[in-house]
T-cell receptor, first 116, second 115 residues
Framework: KNQVEQSPQSLIILEGKNCTLQ??????????LRWYKQDTGRGPVSLTIMTFSENTKSNGRYTATLDADTKQSSLHITASQLSDSASYICVVSAKGPTGSNYKLTFGKGTLLTVNP | DTGVSQDPRHKITKRGQNVTFRCDPISEHNRLYWYRQTLGQGPEFLTYFQNEAQLEKSRLLSDRFSAERPKGSFSTLEIQRTEQGDSAMYLC?????????????FGPGTRLTVT
C-alpha cells in the first residue's frame, strides 16, 4: 500500500529560526514528490515538485531534498516568519498504468507554529 | 480571482439531508479532482475528470456520492442522505494536462458539518 509518513507531527519554533521537516514514503512506482503548504481552512498550495533525478530544489526560503534510494525527503525552512505557520504536507505521486502521474498520496502533514 | 473556486465555503446540514457542492476550476484546465480531508489528516483522493469524463472513482466514494462535470468546466459533488462521518473538508483541484509532470491547483475547500 502506498504510504507517506511525516515527522514531526507538530513543531513550534521562534521567528527567525530554521527548521527541517521529514518525509518517508513507500509509493511505487515513483513519479515525483511534492511539498505543499496548507494554511488553516484553506486548500494546499504547492511549494516544490521533484522528480527522481532531482535531489534538491529551492523556492525562496524553502529548500526540499529528495533521496530516492532511501525514499526520504526533507523540507528546510530558513529564517522562519510568522506567516510560515501552517501545515506542511508531503505528497508523492505514483505513475499510473498509462504513464500518467495524477495519483497523489498525501502525508498527514507537520503542523508548524512560528512564535514571535 | 483566476484560481480554483468552491461554493459554498461552509455547509452545515442535518443527518439524512442531501448536499451539493460546486467547483469552478481554472479556466482551460482539462482535469478536475475531488478530495476529502478530515481533521489532522492529509487529503484523500475521491475522483477525477478528464474534461467531462469521470475516469476514476475511489473506494471512498460510496453510492451516496455522485460527481458530475457536465460540460467539462465546473463540477458538482453531491452527497445524498448525509451521515455524520461525511463531515470533512471537500477539496477540489484542477490541472492542465499535456505531458510530463503537471501541477494540481487546489481550491479553498468546502467544509461540511453534519449534525
Amino acid at each position: 500500500k502506498n504510504q507517506v509518513e511525516q515527522s514531526p507531527q507538530s513543531l513550534i519554533i521562534l521567528e527567525g529560526k530554521n527548521c527541517t521537516l521529514q518525509c518517508n514514503y513507500t509509493v511505487s512506482p515513483f513519479s515525483n514528490l511534492r511539498w505543499y503548504k496548507q494554511d488553516t481552512g484553506r486548500g494546499p498550495v504547492s511549494l516544490t515538485i521533484m522528480t527522481f533525478s532531482e535531489n534538491t530544489k529551492s523556492n525562496g526560503r524553502y529548500t526540499a531534498t529528495l533521496d530516492a534510494d532511501t525514499k526520504q525527503s526533507s523540507l528546510h525552512i530558513t529564517a522562519s516568519q510568522l506567516s510560515d505557520s501552517a501545515s506542511y504536507i508531503c505528497v508523492v505521486s505514483a505513475k499510473g498504468p498509462t504513464g500518467s502521474n495524477y495519483k497523489l498520496t498525501f502525508g498527514k502533514g507537520t503542523l508548524l507554529t512560528v512564535n514571535p | 480571482d483566476t484560481g480554483v473556486s468552491q461554493d459554498p465555503r461552509h455547509k452545515i446540514t442535518k443527518r439524512g439531508q442531501n448536499v451539493t457542492f460546486r467547483c469552478d476550476p481554472i479556466s482551460e484546465h482539462n482535469r478536475l479532482y475531488w478530495y476529502r480531508q478530515t481533521l489532522g489528516q492529509g487529503p484523500e483522493f475521491l475522483t477525477y475528470f478528464q474534461n467531462e469524463a469521470q475516469l476514476e472513482k475511489s473506494r471512498l466514494l460510496s453510492d451516496r456520492f455522485s460527481a458530475e462535470r457536465p460540460k467539462g468546466s465546473f463540477s458538482t459533488l453531491e452527497i445524498q442522505r448525509t451521515e455524520q462521518g461525511d463531515s470533512a473538508m471537500y477539496l477540489c483541484a484542477s490541472s492542465f494536462v499535456t505531458s510530463g509532470i503537471y501541477e494540481q491547483y487546489f481550491g479553498p475547500g468546502t467544509r461540511l458539518t453534519v449534525t
